[in-house]
């Protein structure tokens, strides 16, 4: 049972729009969440974080948004730039569990 | 400062041969995590260490043993390989729990 899924396996998006990767979990335990850039050839590296007190994070072009209700969560990134062409990872943990359950991750291309 | 390193960087291995795949760090960081990436299943936690001396089953624990004898490094061992276990194999390190996971460039076995 997959618990964090990222049902867009890829994604296209021209230079200078946003581009919006979209995560969503069904463990109502997961208090933690992460999103990793991963390109070829490479280790993943991180990116952005939220914890469940929050509903929003940014840092620089990047924004998470967590809904809880709803149990989702999103990478928003602006404006987008060829070099942010990876694949992206959101993964979940829950206090006390000491481990991360990550998603499938969704390929992101932009089109320059 | 390498950061996180992980020997060997490919292995092709037959069926019932064993390895270990070796991963160091100098960041001075207690949590160790191996994991194992697959096309369509993102990473998936096979064992992971809290501290020297601790080790702990993640997801996928079956076929593979894990030490972690000294506080910078941590072992991955498979006793008898199977077709099952070609997979890319990242590393990873943080502080705690709550802290950024950094991931080694990873191993890549093929199992025939």
């Known amino acids: 049972d997959q618990q964090v899924k990222q049902n867009s396996p890829s994604l296209s998006v021209q230079e200078g729009r946003i581009s919006i990767l979209n995560c969503d979990y069904t463990n109502s335990m997961f208090d933690y969440f992460l999103w990793y850039k991963k390109y070829p050839a490479e280790g993943p590296t991180f990116l952005i974080s939220i914890s469940s007190i929050k509903d929003k994070n940014e840092d620089g072009r990047f924004t998470v948004f967590l809904n809880k209700s709803a149990k989702h969560l999103s990478l928003h990134i602006v404006p987008s730039q060829p070099g942010d062409s990876a694949v992206y990872f959101c993964a979940a943990s829950a206090r006390g569990t000491y481990k991360y359950i990550f998603g499938t991750g969704t390929r992101l291309k932009v089109l320059a | 400062n390498a950061g996180v390193t992980q020997t060997p960087k490919f292995r092709v291995l037959k069926t019932g041969q064993s390895m270990t795949l070796l991963c160091a760090q100098d960041?001075?960081?207690?949590?160790m995590y191996w994991y194992r990436q697959d096309p369509g299943m993102g990473l998936r936690l096979i064992h992971y260490s809290v501290g020297e001396g601790t080790t702990a089953k993640g997801e996928v624990p079956d076929g593979y043993n894990v030490s972690r004898l000294k506080k910078q490094n941590f072992l991955l061992g498979l006793e008898s390989a199977a077709p099952s276990q070609t997979s890319v194999y990242f590393c990873a390190t943080s502080q705690g729990h709550w802290e950024t996971q950094y991931f080694g460039p990873g191993t890549r076995l093929l199992v025939l």
């Open positions: 960041m001075n960081h207690e949590y």
